[in-house]
């Protein structure tokens, strides 16, 4: 029985590798931009919902080795955009570009050892907004403050409001409405007092939580200099472009830029937008800012198709909810991108035509 089950076991797993292989051939691209945002051990269960975005330092190390092993090359993004700009295309090795989103202190303390024991390429998008303590990194402190609540506050005007937050299930719901209401907040005054309040309302310390987060401009610039390394720009506010005005989402992109020039000594020539969220004018905008690429959280390989769209370029999510190669070589063989790209096409094609259920019954 034993024998039956390694049997089998192998062959399915021969049988994977060789799908893997097939359909990176077929749907693989020339390669992709890897995502990341924090390198540090979440756990895997209790209460993160900010899970996904991190992922362990061994988990980075293992993969880099296994993918290297598997024959990518990692380039960096002004690689990729010299290969996308002279039309290369295809070669004979998939090339992969790894990018870091956010500026995260552990980026600095966990990740660049690991890039630099393997020789790779990275780029951190960074927000100076983030960096200088002006903008509150929202999302990491409602996950702390939730974390070591029993019960949350919410002020509504004059009012107050309490939710239950005592077991894992109610920190979730809790954790999905306060940042729910944070995220349809785009004017910052507003956004900054309703997370002022709720950091005063349960005692926590806002300043040393954005200190022990973030990257300082003296560690930026001592990555800068790291030729392993590429300071990119990720907007002035970590606010989605497109729910801005035209005028607002262009100063994002300029402002930033001038000023991770001004503290760097050279202007970042890679932008990624906040939430990935970006169109058509987000596209323009970025090129019209001076930038070279700029990346969405659009899920996709790189193609030839890409070499004309180089401020539109999708990006693979390394999630750290799901932290194995085989969930990687998924994602990488071009498989999942391609299926989302269907099911968004139906959409968009079901919209035109005004599509109603009703009328196919009839
Ligand atoms: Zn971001």
Known sequence: MNGFLSKSGASSLYCKIKLDYIFSKLLGGSGAVLML?????????????????????????????????????????DELAADLTDGTGRGETRKLALTLDDGYQDNFVNAVPIFRKHGVPYTIYVVPGYIDGTIPHWTDEIETIVAQSDRIELSRGDKKEFVTSANVA??????????????????????????????????????????????????????????????????MTHRMLSKLGARDALWELS????????????????????????HQREFKLAKQAGYQTAVTTINGVIGSKHCARLTALPRIMIDGRHQTMDVVNTQLSGIPGRVLSLIRKIRRDLKRAQFRPQEVVR
Not at 63 to 76: C, H, I, W
Not at 198 to 225: C, K, P, V, Y
Not at 255 to 278: C, K, M, N
């Open 37 to 77: 945002h924090r390198i540090r051990d979440a756990g895997q269960s209790g209460f993160a919902p900010n899970r996904n975005l991190s992922i362990s330092p061994e988990f980075l190390d293992d993969m880099l080795t296994d993918l290297r092993q598997r024959g990518f090359e990692f380039v960096s993004m």
């Open 170 to 235: 109610e920190k979730y719901q809790a954790y999905s409405r306060i940042a729910a209401e944070l995220l349809a907040e785009n004017n910052l005054v507003v956004r900054s007092r309703m997370l002022r309040n709720l950091a005063l309302a349960h005692g926590f310390n806002q300043e040393a939580h954005h200190r022990q987060l973030t990257m300082t401009w003296d560690q930026i610039r001592d990555l800068s200099r790291d030729p392993l390394c590429t300071i990119g720009a990720h907007s």
């Open 255 to 278: 402002e930033s830029r001038r000023v991770i020039a001004d503290q760097l000594g050279t202007a970042p020539r890679h932008f990624a937008y906040p939430y990935g969220e970006a």
